[in-house]
C-alpha cells in the first residue's frame, strides 16, 4: 500500500556519506512532519528522525533529516558497519487518513 | 525506560482472529498514542492503527474493518483484534508508543515492543 517511495539500496565504504530518498505527495509529506527509522538485523525499528530533522536523545549527529516539498532525505555521514540496516521513512497522509512508511532502504557498508 | 512488550498466540487458523496485547512498563499508558505495527516476513512495515489512552482510535482503511484496537489502563495495556485472517496476515507485529513533539501527537513512534511473529496456518 505504500506510496512512499525509497530506493531499494544504496552502498558506500566505511567513513563515506549516504543519503537515503523518500518520495511522497502532497497530502502525506507534503502535508506532514517526516520520521526516520532504522532496523538491524532481527530487531524491531529505532526512531532516529522526527519533525523531519530532529533527533531524539542518545541518536548521533551523524544522522540528519530534511523536507523539500513532497519529499524526504535521511543523510548519515561517517559510514560504520553498525550502520547496516534497512531504513525506513513514515509520515502521516491526510487523503488516507493513515499512517505509511516507506518501501525501505538497505544500506551496505562495503 | 518506557519498555513495550506484545503477547499472545504465535498461531492463529485461516478465518480466525488474531488478538495480541501490549504491556507497557516503566511509564503510564496515559496522554499517549499506542499503536500497532506489523511486517511480513522479509518485506517492509505496515501501519495498522491506533488508540489514544482515552479509547479514541483510526486504523488504516486497506485493513477494511477487520480491526479493532482496545485499552485497558487498569492494567497499562492496549491489545488488537484482527478478524477473519488469512495467510497474508502473516507477519511480526510490534506495538509501538506514539510520541509527541511541538508540532505533531502521535505520528511517529519513539518506543517500540520487540515484536511477535503469528503466522496464520491451518
Known amino acids: 500500500q505504500s506510496v512512499l517511495t525509497q530506493p531499494p539500496s544504496v552502498s558506500a565504504a566505511p567513513g563515506q556519506r549516504v543519503i537515503i530518498s523518500c518520495s511522497g505527495s502532497r497530502s502525506n509529506i507534503g502535508d506532514n512532519y517526516v520520521s526516520w527509522y532504522q532496523q538491524l538485523p532481527g530487531t524491531a525499528p529505532k526512531l532516529l528522525i522526527y519533525d523531519n530533522n530532529e533527533r531524539p536523545s542518545g541518536i548521533p549527529d551523524r544522522f540528519s533529516g530534511s523536507r523539500s516539498d513532497t519529499s524526504a532525505t535521511l543523510g548519515i555521514t561517517g559510514l560504520q558497519t553498525g550502520d547496516e540496516a534497512d531504513y525506513y521513512c513514515?509520515?502521516?497522509?491526510?487523503?488516507?487518513?493513515?499512517?505509511?512508511f516507506g518501501t525501505g532502504t538497505r544500506v551496505s557498508v562495503l | 525506560q518506557v519498555q513495550l512488550q506484545e503477547s499472545g498466540p504465535g498461531l492463529v487458523k485461516p478465518s480466525e482472529t488474531l488478538s495480541l496485547t501490549c504491556t507497557v512498563s516503566?511509564?503510564?499508558?496515559?496522554?499517549?498514542?499506542w499503536t500497532w505495527i506489523r511486517q511480513p516476513p522479509g518485506k517492509g512495515l505496515e501501519y495498522i492503527g491506533y488508540?489514544?489512552?482515552?479509547?479514541?482510535?483510526s486504523h488504516n482503511p486497506s485493513l477494511k474493518g477487520r480491526v479493532t484496537i482496545s485499552v485497558d489502563t487498569s492494567k497499562n495495556s492496549f491489545s488488537l483484534q484482527l478478524t477473519s485472517v488469512t495467510a497474508a496476515d502473516t507477519a511480526v507485529y510490534f506495538c509501538?508508543?506514539?510520541?509527541?513533539?511541538?508540532?505533531?501527537?502521535?505520528?511517529?513512534?519513539?518506543?517500540w515492543g520487540l515484536g511477535t511473529l503469528v503466522s496464520v496456518s491451518s
Open positions: 513514515a509520515t502521516w497522509d491526510s487523503r488516507l487518513n493513515t499512517a505509511l
Open positions: 488508540i489514544y489512552y482515552s479509547g479514541t482510535t
Open positions: 509501538a508508543r506514539g510520541g509527541f513533539s511541538a508540532y505533531t501527537q502521535g505520528h511517529f513512534f519513539d518506543h
Open positions: 516503566g511509564g503510564s499508558i496515559s496522554n499517549y498514542f
